[in-house]
C-alpha cells in the first residue's frame, strides 16, 4: 500500500525567499507523481506532474524533481509572494491501481509580506 | 468549459438523514473520482469512473455511500442515514484516461452533519 509523507507540516517564510516541499513515497513503482496546490476551503489545483521517466518539470516559479529510488519528490519554489500561500500536496499513484492517488497530509505555506 | 462543477457548494444535515451531492466533470473526460478530505488532512480515494461503469470502491466506501454515473457524463454520491463522523469535504476530479493522466478537481461539497 503506497504511503505517502510530506515534510514539514507547516512553513512560514518571509517574501522572497526560495523554499523547498519535501515529499516521500514507500513504493517507488510509480509512472508520475503530482503536486497540487489548495486553498483554504478550496477544491484542488495541479500544479505540476513529472513522469517516470523525467527528473524534473517546471512552471514558473515552481520547478518539481522525482528520484523513483530513493523514494523522494520536491518542490522548489523561487522567489516566494503572499499569494503563494496555501496547503501543498503530493500524490503517487497506488500500486495495485494506478488510477488511484494517495496523497500526503501537506505542507501549509505562509508567506509573510 | 469552466473545469469541474460540485452542488451544493455546502450541506448542513441532520444526523439519520440522507443527502447526495452531484458533480459535473470536464466534458470531454471520461474518467471521474470522488474523494474525502477531512480537516488537516489529504484527500482520500473513495470511487472512481470510467465512462458509466464503477471500476473501484475504496473501502471507505461503506454501505451507506453510493455512487452512480448512469450516463457517462455527470455522476452522484448519495450518503444514506448519515453520520456525524461523515463530515468532510467531498471532492470530485476527472480526467482522460491516458499517460499521463492528470485530474482536474471541483470545489468540492462541505458537508455537516450535526
Known amino acids: 500500500k503506497q504511503e505517502v509523507t510530506q515534510i514539514p507540516a507547516a512553513l512560514s517564510v518571509p517574501e522572497g525567499e526560495n523554499l523547498v516541499l519535501n515529499c516521500s513515497f514507500t513504493?517507488?513503482?510509480?509512472?508520475?507523481l503530482q503536486w497540487f496546490r489548495q486553498d483554504p476551503g478550496k477544491g484542488l489545483t495541479s500544479l505540476l506532474l513529472i513522469q517516470s521517466s523525467q527528473r524534473e518539470q517546471t512552471s514558473g516559479r515552481l520547478n518539481a524533481s522525482l528520484d523513483k529510488s530513493s523514494g523522494r519528490s520536491t518542490l522548489y519554489i523561487a522567489a516566494s509572494q503572499p499569494g503563494d500561500s496555501a496547503t501543498y500536496l503530493c500524490?503517487?499513484?497506488?500500486?495495485?491501481?494506478?488510477?488511484?492517488?494517495?496523497f500526503g497530509e501537506g505542507t501549509q505555506l505562509t508567506v509573510n509580506p | 468549459d469552466t473545469g469541474v462543477s460540485q452542488d451544493p457548494r455546502h450541506k448542513i444535515t441532520k444526523r439519520g438523514q440522507n443527502v447526495t451531492f452531484r458533480c459535473d466533470p470536464i466534458s470531454e473526460h471520461n474518467r471521474l473520482y470522488w474523494y474525502r478530505q477531512t480537516l488537516g488532512q489529504g484527500p482520500e480515494f473513495l470511487t472512481y469512473f470510467q465512462n458509466e461503469a464503477q471500476l473501484e470502491k475504496s473501502r471507505l466506501l461503506s454501505d451507506r455511500f453510493s455512487a452512480e454515473r448512469p450516463k457517462g457524463s455527470f455522476s452522484t454520491l448519495e450518503i444514506q442515514r448519515t453520520e456525524q463522523g461523515d463530515s468532510a469535504m467531498y471532492l470530485c476530479?476527472?480526467?482522460?484516461?491516458?499517460?499521463?493522466?492528470?485530474?482536474?478537481f471541483g470545489s468540492g461539497t462541505q458537508l455537516s452533519v450535526l
Open positions: 513504493d517507488s513503482a510509480i509512472y508520475n
Open positions: 500524490a503517487a499513484p497506488e500500486e495495485t491501481s494506478g488510477s488511484r492517488l494517495t
Open positions: 476530479a476527472s480526467s482522460l484516461m491516458g499517460i499521463p493522466e492528470k485530474l482536474f
